[in-house]
């Protein structure tokens, strides 16, 4: 029987072809305009949540300078930044963003395999959002829990919006998981399902496997948060006290007995450390790609780096606890803990090896998404070396809740997923709208948003190790905190605005290219991956036009000896021209 | 909590592996056997919709295996020592027979559509349903046994959690409901595609799936 890729087939496919502005750019099914919805939509909420941190910034230089900025203010905007950051921007814009633009780009389908659900899973996701942002105008304002959202605070008054404001934000997490399970499926099934004749899994690029395994994590980890969320709402809205112990307040019992704080820290880091790896594996796997292209060799490993991300997923699910060294568990939970912790770093570091001796004697193009790629790997391995600190139960004591936390996670997983952000965005502009963006714009931004985060976070370490606690409003007359913390928080607010208000550039450089871009061509980079090498630029709904295309080879043939360019596509039939057995210590 | 929650992180693991296994020993930069060579890719011999369906099913794995995690941690006196056992009405065991009743119900639908006895499986499909409106009727009546009571309290984490996870397993019921009532109706239209058939195979290996999960925590609340 003649091939018939899975996508192709009559009984599989479901006819969607757009005719009217309402059926192609609103109420799409394509997986690119969803993508595109996606993203945009990410980036706008991820907008909102900078300029919360900025505000916050205000309050920690010029305390009480602001009358617009109260305590019930400041913990609003360390709740809603936080909240946003992780899941409606990182998640959304990695999975639904790129997931959704890459998969079936990259795999050689015409589209997801569920386009409706496809569809209903971005309408759900805005949902989400507009619930989540409903939050900032009910009486009381969003919740200010912190964005772990602990119990009792959370739900009790004093804490900020514990009234609506919780109940807005439990309920937009579960209308996201609900959307998130959606695209979930449809982005691993269309892997396993869709991928055109010849695309094994081991030619897949790496991002594909980043994406795929992260999507596979959120899946299971995910309805950790729904569990959470769901019992969190019956204790607020019915009585019952599965999280919430007896307790006082204002001077009054309430009718809660003996519940378990602890219970609601293991299904929130249940899910919250996949997380991390939710939002940190598609980023190494694109990092992979764009390193392999602009430095014009074939990635060093591939199978090693796909055995890495693999195993840093499951190795994800059984590190949860290292966030509650200070919980009050039991101590010996820390001592397993920290040991599966400290195992995670074998294959990160073989990650961090692979992608610098890929550069090694590469031919390197140093344009803007190479630039972000090497920003990300010394964000990254910065992030990682204090995460060796924080991983081990007597270092982590005096450092937990303190500015050296803040600096630890907002470089592994905020500056570097971001740096990648920027980078893959950069890179696929110009397949995504046709046309090449501002170099020099781009290279200005990359400056000042790598300089800039350095000068964010780096003295926050210090800060940390002085021992200046985290989420503080204000810190009073602390004698252990030398006045000169203050002026250490002037300089890095101002670092802060100055960063984000140098996001405008990229914001500029979007616009710049969509009106005065230059063609870009169907590969400007000279990549091997099928997005690539469709017929048209943008590609039109359905990919590939009359006939799927057919993969010969692996996704990193770049800079092969013999071959008359520095990289054989994907599609290309030639033989030879491939790396020989026994070859690969030369190139 | 850590041995539920190890056991489901190993067991997703060991799946993903047994899937990956035979592929991930590949080296695709060799010369020999790989470049060149474009092997058909039926990664499941499935349609899409049944592998979504595995990876759904998957995902309520992990939705209910956390939730008796939680169970089981909440009655452990380190987490709270107001753990007060609840009488459990009698109704929930004709619910369970009505459950299963729906289940074989189901079956036999998928055996006609099967079989291709040029039957049409559209009593069975109905009987299925019926039934299992008449669990979740059943669960009802219990939830207003259990609050005629009176004297317990919603704050008692066993009542609660009765609720909840009762509720919950209803409420996937209902989203089974849902698709059934849709493949019901084409089927009473008179239409006999291919599509039909897959339709009434998935309903099935759902329902069997839910009774499992009833069955399961069915006997978490009698044994607590």
Redesign the interface.
């Known amino acids: 029987m003649a091939f018939v890729a899975i996508a192709d087939r009559d009984h599989e496919q479901e006819h969607h072809d757009p005719h009217t502005f309402v059926s192609k750019y609103i109420w799409s099914q394509d997986h690119k305009v969803i993508a595109i919805q996606y993203g945009g939509t990410a980036v706008l909420v991820g907008l909102v949540a900078l300029v919360l941190s900025g505000m916050m910034r205000l309050q920690l230089a010029f305390p009480d300078y602001f009358s617009f900025i109260r305590p019930n203010e400041y913990y609003q905007f360390v709740t809603m930044h936080g909240m946003i950051m992780v899941i409606y921007l990182l998640t959304a814009l990695f999975l639904g963003g790129f997931g959704n633009y890459l998969i079936p780009l990259m795999c050689g389908a015409r589209d997801m395999v569920f386009p409706y659900m496809n569809m209903l899973s971005f309408w759900a996701y805005l949902v989400s959002v507009i619930i989540l942002m409903s939050s900032f105008f009910v009486p009381g304002g969003p919740t200010g829990a912190g964005w772990t959202l602990y119990p009792p605070g959370t739900i009790l008054p004093g804490t900020p919006g514990s009234d609506m404001g919780i109940l807005l934000m439990l309920l937009s997490l579960a209308v996201f998981i609900v959307a998130f399970t959606m695209g979930g499926l449809n982005y691993v099934t269309t892997v396993f399902q869709a991928r055109c004749q010849g695309m094994t899994l081991m030619r897949m690029p790496l991002s594909i496997w980043g994406i795929l395994t992260a999507t596979v994590l959120g899946l299971l980890a995910f309805p950790a948060l729904l569990v959470s969320a769901i019992m969190m709402i019956f204790d607020k809205t019915l009585g019952t006290s599965f999280f919430m112990p007896a307790v006082l307040s204002m001077g009054q019992a309430l009718d809660h007995q003996g519940g378990s704080p602890i219970l609601f820290q293991h299904l929130f880091w249940f899910f919250g450390h996949p997380e991390v790896y939710i939002v940190a594996l598609p980023a190494f796997g694109i990092v992979s790609d764009l390193l392999s292209v602009h430095a014009r060799k074939n990635i060093f490993g591939y199978r090693m780096m796909v055995w890495a991300i693999v195993g840093i997923g499951a190795l994800s699910f059984v590190v949860w606890a290292h966030h509650m060294y200070v919980s009050g568990m039991n101590p010996y939970f820390g001592f397993f803990f920290a040991t599966t912790t400290l195992i995670i770093a074998i294959p990160t570091a073989i990650k961090v090896y692979n992608w610098v001796l890929t550069l090694w004697q590469g031919n390197i193009r140093l344009n803007v998404p190479m630039l972000f790629s090497i920003g990300f790997i010394f964000t990254f391995v910065h992030g990682g070396l204090t995460g060796l600190f924080l991983g081990n139960v007597t270092v982590d004591l005096p450092l937990s809740d303190t500015y050296f936390v803040i600096g630890h996670f907002h470089m592994v997983m905020g500056v570097s997923p971001i740096m990648v952000l920027f980078g893959a965005i950069y890179h696929w502009l110009p397949k995504i709208t046709g046309k090449m963006f501002n170099e020099t714009l781009g290279k200005i931004h990359f400056w000042c948003t790598f300089l800039g985060t350095y000068a964010i976070y780096l003295p926050m370490h210090y800060l940390g190790i002085l021992g200046v606690p985290r989420r503080y409003y204000a810190y009073g007359l602390s004698d252990f905190i030398p006045a000169s913390a203050q002026s250490m928080n002037v300089g890095i607010t101002i670092a802060a605005l100055f960063v984000g208000v140098s996001q405008l550039l990229f914001i500029i450089n979007i616009i710049w290219t969509l009106t005065k871009g230059k063609p870009a061509g169907s590969n400007p980079w000279e990549a091997t991956t099928l997005e690539w090498l469709t017929p048209d630029t943008p590609p039109k709904h359905g990919n590939w036009g009359h006939n799927l295309p057919v993969v010969y080879r692996w996704a990193y043939a770049y800079s092969v000896p013999g071959a008359a360019l520095d990289y054989i596509t994907q599609t290309d039939p030639q033989k030879g021209g491939d790396i020989e057995e026994g070859d690969h210590g030369k190139h | 909590?850590?041995m539920w929650?190890?056991v489901?992180?190993l067991v997703?693991?060991l799946v993903?592996?047994y899937l990956?296994a035979r592929?991930?020993m590949?080296?695709?930069?060799?010369?020999?056997g790989?470049?060149?060579?474009?092997?058909?890719?039926?990664?499941?011999a499935s349609?899409?919709?049944k592998?979504?369906l595995f990876?759904?099913l998957?995902?309520i794995s992990?939705?209910f295996a956390?939730?008796f995690t939680?169970y089981m941690?909440?009655m452990n006196p380190a987490?709270?020592?107001?753990w007060l056992s609840i009488p459990k009405p009698d109704i929930l065991w004709l619910n369970t027979v009505l459950l299963l009743a729906s289940s074989m119900s189901m079956q036999w639908a998928k055996n006609l559509v099967n079989h291709q006895s040029g039957k049409s499986p559209l009593p069975a499909l109905i009987i299925a349903g019926v039934f299992a409106i008449s669990f979740l009727v059943g669960q009802l009546l219990a939830w207003q046994q259990l609050y005629n009571i009176g004297n317990l309290?919603?704050?008692?984490?066993a009542l609660?959690?009765f609720y909840?996870l009762t509720g919950?397993h209803g409420l996937h019921i209902l989203g089974g409901l849902y698709v059934w009532a849709r493949a019901t109706i084409r089927v009473f239209m008179g239409i006999t595609?291919?599509?039909i058939n897959l339709s009434v195979e998935l309903c099935t290996v759902y329902w069997h799936y839910l009774l499992v999960i009833w069955l399961v925590l069915f006997g978490l609340l009698l044994t607590t």
């Open positions: 909590m850590s929650t190890l489901v992180a997703s693991a993903v592996w990956l592929q991930l590949a080296q695709p930069w060799l010369a020999d790989e470049v060149g060579y474009t092997p058909d890719i039926e990664a499941f349609p899409a919709k592998v979504a990876f759904l998957a995902v992990s939705l956390l939730f939680a941690m909440r987490h709270g020592d107001d309290q919603i704050s008692n984490p609660g959690f909840l919950v595609t291919p599509s």
